[in-house]
Structure formats: C-alpha cells, structure tokens
C-alpha cells in the first residue's frame, strides 16, 4: 500500500496548481486605490490640530453599523497575525510565497479604506477605535491546536479549509454591513473589499479542491 503524503508533501506537490491560481488571480484581479473611497471633504481637523473632537451626534450610521464596521475593522487589522499563520502554513517559497505576500499586500488596503472612512465621516469615536485595535492586535490570534495530533499548528490542510471558508464569510460580513450602514460611500467601500474576498476564497477554494483530490 502506498505511503501517505506529508502535508508537506502535499503542499509541494499543489505548488503548480497555486502558481496557477495565482496567475488567474492577478489576471482578473481589478485595481483599486483606497483613498479613491473616502470623502474626505466630509473631514476636518481634531481639537489638537485648532478643531473640534470627535462627538456621537456627528455621524447619522445606526448602532448596528457601527459594531459590524468596527468588528470588520478589527478583524481586518488582525493582518500580522494571519500573515503569521498563512506564512508558517503556505511557506514563504515559490508560488505560495508569492502569494502569501500579495494576499497581505491586498488585505492591508482594506483596514487602510475602513479607517480612513471611520475617521474622516466620524462615524466612531477614533480614541475608542484605537484603543481596541492596540488590545485587539496586541493578543493577535493563533489558529487552534490540532485535537489529532495536538500539534501547535494545525497545518496545511486544515489552513487552507479554514481560509475557504473564513473568505466566504468575511465577503457575506462586508456585504451584510454595506446593507446596515444605509450609505452610498460606505456602501462603495464594502462591495470594493468584498469582491477581493471573493477572490481570495476563490484562491483557497481551488487549492482545498486540488488538495481533496
Ligand atoms: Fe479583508
Ligand atoms: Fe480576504
């Protein structure tokens, strides 16, 4: 009977399908530029700067918007920690470190967008909104052990099913939030961040396929 592959193994063997997933992707990926996105005539200067701080009444974006931008915002300022993860479990080589690079290259413009729209349209108060990103990232986040193996990284496969799947839902969250926040340039900028999710589970989808197979 043949010998299982190595996760390893598997992942050297699937270099060629990710080269050419890759490949697909930069090809119908659109570029974009986040500060196309923000309004910044709706901005003016803090108090430090001879302005006026940051108020509730200042911004029209319902209770429920505001959690779901601040808890995408989070989530998508995460980053190091998930480059962390994809980089020990894609490897840094090839086509999967070319990859791992883009894929953060992109992810990083959507914290840039959201930030700069929260705090230009004072939609949160940006003191708050700082405070939990520093807490936020300062625990970053690490993928759960391995019940099988009781590994501390969970390897491969399970990575490159869990990022199938967490795409998929960060797509549906910034769809869902474009919908609660009822504004056309929030709106903009969530439909803008979730095509690139589509793409990036896109990715992950083709690799989990050809991994299965
Ligand atoms: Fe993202
Ligand atoms: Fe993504």
């Known amino acids: 009977m043949a010998r299982e592959l190595t996760q390893r193994e598997i992942l050297v063997e699937l270099e060629p399908v990710a080269g050419q997933a890759l490949d697909r992707h930069l090809s119908v990926f659109k570029d974009w530029h986040p500060h196309d996105y923000v309004p910044w005539d709706d901005g003016r200067n803090f108090a430090q700067l001879g302005g006026i701080d940051w108020d509730p009444d200042q911004s029209g974006l319902s209770e429920v918007a505001k959690a779901a931008l601040i808890t995408n915002l989070l989530t998508e300022d995460n980053l190091p920690s998930y480059h962390r993860e994809i980089a ?32 230009v349209t004072r939609g949160v108060d940006p003191v708050a909104l700082e405070n939990d990103r520093m807490t936020h990232m300062t625990n970053g986040f ?16 399970y990575s490159v099913a869990y990022v199938s799947f967490q795409e998929l839902a960060t797509r549906i969250s ?6 609660v926040c009822a504004d056309p340039v929030a709106d903009r900028i969530m439909q803008r961040l979730a095509l690139d999710e589509n793409l990036h589970m896109i990715f992950y989808r083709t690799l989990c396929g050809a991994a299965l197979d």
Do not use: I, M
């Not at 690490?142 to 496969?157: E, I, R």
């Not at 910034?174 to 919908?179: C, G, I």
């Open 88 to 119: 020990e479990n894609f490897s840094r080589d090839g086509a999967w470190g070319t990859w791992v690079g883009r894929w953060t290259a992109e992810e990083n413009r959507h914290s840039v967008v959201l930030r700069d729209y929260l705090v």
């Open 174 to 179: 910034h769809r869902n939030t474009a919908e």
């Open 142 to 157: 690490a993928a759960p052990v391995d019940p099988g193996t009781a590994a501390a990284h969970a390897g491969f496969l």
